[in-house]
């Protein structure tokens, strides 16, 4: 099973995932970023709009290049 790394890019940095997790396919890797963003939501809550608009969710695949890029604005919808 391939290996994907969802990191966080914002602002304020990089929080690379350091150990991956496998997973069967991208589709399972979006889901599996979804999940952590629901998770994050509570504290970009916080944030001021022009910082949490630029936060996205980048999930990397085994030869460490982008397969998937989620934009925070494309999450609003969780808040809900």
Aim: hydrophobic letters at 40%; glycine letters at 4%; charged letters at 30%.
């Amino acid at each position: 099973m391939p290996r994907y790394y969802i990191d966080i890019r914002s602002h304020f940095g990089t929080d690379e995932d350091p150990s991956g997790i496998e997973l069967p396919d991208v589709a399972a890797a979006r889901s599996e970023a979804l999940r952590i963003a629901q998770e994050l939501l509570r504290s970009w809550a916080a944030m001021r709009p022009h910082y949490s608009n630029e936060i996205m969710i980048e999930i990397v695949g085994e030869d460490l290049r982008p397969v998937l890029i989620i934009p925070c604005l494309d999450l609003e919808f969780m808040k809900h």
